[in-house]
């Protein structure tokens, strides 16, 4: 669900891997002769484990048998428990393949049709854009619903109903595009899917998974998350610091909530192939593995993604090239990543799951290579190293496309350089930090022959005109071999309209964060930001259009999780909402004084702040289900104290903000020195 780049490797835990015995977990080998399987999966996964991942797991499926099964590192480091092949660990977006099952499985009882509108099965999901009548049961598994993206958080209070709050946002919502235009990945389609198999089921979704699904194919180590059944878990350690953190819980179950084992995802994969342990009819499992393309699968030069029923992909074209359809998901949580491949026609499936943050599927794609490799279906080809290219002269007709662009969380610049023939984007909101008058760009790529070029980055860009939007794509990304945009052109405003606060600069307070909430998720302190260059737009966690001085609107239609902005006003204070966030402004924050300073919770349960403003040691005294955070709102700077993981006292420097979440009438002492 989530990508995170800030792990580093901590000294202490690989020394400790040194001393460590030689089978560092388990390894199972049920049979047959499968060398550069296991080495190549035990150099991939080693590798990882030496970059900060924490503990990993995987299992390959041959013909339906489980040729190989081996666990890396350690499950529970303050127990000395090492991970067996029944340690659980949170899977994040591959559950979205089960509730995909879910629904065929309804499709195959008669209780609903693909393309039957989603209303029909909830009547009460309206929204203000009158196109989501249009959106079918189908849409929500292509990503082409036009939703969005996410509400629910990471950690979320169990008493919260998250069905009747992701009702109520839509209420408020707008599409970002016409039903099955596009496909963008999007979480909340998979929530109403989750809803739609309660409501023709009968039961309680993780029942019914449990019955139809997990008891046929013996799938004994899957279920919720691992923060709500937790028993034989793997659990997470920051890479950075060594903490342990709290058992994550993912309560929305079919768009990334559940926890599995490799050896189960291999079972659940071969439940797809033919002579598998097919639970589904012949007319549903084909709808399971063939595409289901949208309009805008035509625009690209090379293949698209999410263009299936829940996969990331349908076809891998490295394997189809070579005759092998091959699908996969990968699905990613604040802590943890799985990957999960399979290969119908030969009944072959590979599943990993690590305990960290990595692709999922670049951990099981060289795996399944070597699996190929093993049985003689084809040998791996060798890496071909490239030259880096030539510059030639920038077209004139590639000069429009100079102007602002965005992408799900930044705004920038492309300006083409016809003295090195390069397209230089430069970052401009959030602005960037001011430093001696000279702008650096954040990318550079050089033109040659109808492409822009990024040689250290092996990128290879080209510019994409389509129904009114303009898109750079980068062509083949690793792993996948497919086209992806990642920049939308913005619009040129000729009117320009200001928000009703200034928002240039302005700190934002996060006050409806749930106490359970996960630290690495959405921001709590978010600081706004405008740029002259680009007037009529704003960054508040993205780039958005202002419309209306109380409204902005998402300007970059065309990637996941995006958000629009509403201003409001509450007992005379000024709020931000934007997705299911609300936000005050600093000046809502009491002040840090010396000795006691006791904070209630109020009636209504909405976080309270604190801001430092002197240099100052702090420590607290919480209710037992409070939080407790410090922080500072400059960019970059990691958390400087978290109540689940940290006791005792803190340094906090001046300007820094305490953020307290609790209950209505909880207590809480700040105490200052």
């Not at 060398?35 to 013909?63: F, H, Y």
């Not at 480091?77 to 591959?94: K, M, Q």
């Not at 906090?652 to 209950?663: D, E, H, K, M, Y």
Request: charged share 20%.
């Amino acid at each position: 669900m989530r990508n995170f780049n800030r792990y580093v490797v901590l000294v202490p835990v690989l020394i400790a891997l040194l001393f460590m015995p030689p089978w560092y977990g388990e390894a199972l080998e049920f049979g047959g002769n499968y060398p550069q399987t296991i080495s190549t999966a035990r150099e991939v996964l080693w590798k990882a484990i030496s970059s900060g991942v924490n503990s990993a797991t995987v299992a390959v499926m041959d013909g339906g048998n489980i040729v190989y099964s081996e666990c890396f590192g350690p499950a529970d480091r303050v127990e000395n428990r090492l991970v067996d092949a029944n340690t659980r660990f949170n899977i994040g977006s591959t559950s979205k393949m089960f509730v995909a099952v879910g629904i065929l499985l309804l499709v195959d009882e008669g209780k609903l049709d693909l393309d039957d509108p989603v209303v029909k099965h909830i009547p009460e999901f309206t929204m203000p854009d009158e196109r989501y009548r249009d959106i079918t049961v189908r849409m929500l598994f292509n990503h082409s619903s036009g939703l969005p993206g996410t509400t629910f958080l990471f950690g979320e209070d169990p008493g919260r109903d998250l069905y009747m709050l992701l009702l109520d946002n839509l209420k408020e919502t707008y599409l970002k595009h016409d039903p099955g235009a596009m496909s963008i990945y999007c979480n909340d389609g998979f929530t109403l899917a989750e809803m739609i198999v309660e409501r023709l089921s009968g039961q309680k979704y993780m029942d019914f998974l449990a019955e139809k699904i997990f008891k046929p194919l013996g799938m004994k180590n899957t279920g919720p998350s691992i923060g709500e059944m937790g028993g034989n878990v793997a659990e997470y350690y920051d890479p950075g610091n060594g903490k342990k953190y709290p058992l994550e819980t993912v309560l929305v179950h079919a768009a990334g909530g559940l926890s599995s084992t490799p050896e189960d995802l291999c079972r659940f994969g071969d439940s797809m192939a033919p002579g598998g342990n097919n639970i589904l009819s012949r007319v549903s499992l084909e709808e399971l593995l063939k595409e289901q393309p949208t309009t805008s699968v035509g625009w690209f030069k090379g293949d698209a993604l999410y263009n299936s029923f829940g996969w990331e992909h349908a076809w891998l074209p490295y394997y189809r090239d070579r005759g092998y359809q091959v699908l996969g998901k990968g699905g990613n949580t604040v802590y943890y990543s799985t990957g999960l491949q399979i290969l119908p026609s030969e009944r072959i499936a590979v599943a990993v799951i690590i305990s960290g943050q990595a692709s999922g599927e670049g951990l099981t794609s060289p795996i399944l290579d070597a699996l190929m490799e093993d049985k003689g279906l084809f040998d791996r080809e060798a890496q071909v190293v490239a030259k880096p290219v030539k510059p030639q002269s920038i077209p004139p007709e590639m000069f429009p496309f100079a102007g602002y662009y965005a992408d799900d969380m930044t705004a920038v610049q492309f300006v083409f350089d016809q003295e090195k023939q390069t397209l230089n984007i430069y970052p401009i909101l959030p602005c960037p930090a001011e430093g001696n008058g000279e702008r650096v760009p954040a990318l550079v790529l050089t033109y040659n022959n109808g492409y822009f070029h990024n040689f250290e980055r092996k990128m290879r860009c080209y510019f994409l005109k389509e129904k009114g939007n303009t898109f750079l794509v980068v062509e083949k990304i690793p792993v996948y071999g497919s086209d992806v945009w990642i920049f939308q052109k913005l619009e040129e405003i000729q009117d320009p309209v200001k928000l009703s606060v200034e928002m240039d600069g302005a700190t934002w307070l996060a006050r409806n964060m749930p106490a359970l909430t996960m630290v690495d998720e959405d921001p709590f302190l978010v600081r706004s930001s405008l740029n002259p260059d680009i007037p009529g737009y704003l960054s508040f966690c993205g780039v958005m259009k202002i419309d209306e001085p109380a409204y902005a609107s998402i300007a970059a239609t065309a990637f996941r999780d995006q958000r629009d902005l509403r201003l409001f006003r509450k007992n005379g204070e000024i709020r931000v909402r934007t997705g299911l966030f609300v936000f005050s402004e600093e000046n809502v924050a009491a002040t840090v004084k010396d000795g006691k300073n006791r904070i209630i919770i109020g009636a209504e349960g909405e976080n309270e702040w604190m801001r430092v403003l002197s240099k100052s040691i702090l420590s607290f005294e919480k209710p037992q289900n409070g939080r407790v955070l410090v922080m500072t709102a400059r960019k970059g700077v990691p958390m400087l104290f978290d109540s689940d993981v940290d006791s005792g006292e803190i340094y906090a420097p001046a300007g820094s903000f305490v953020f307290l979440a609790g209950f209505p009438g909880d207590v809480f002492e700040v105490t200052a020195r």
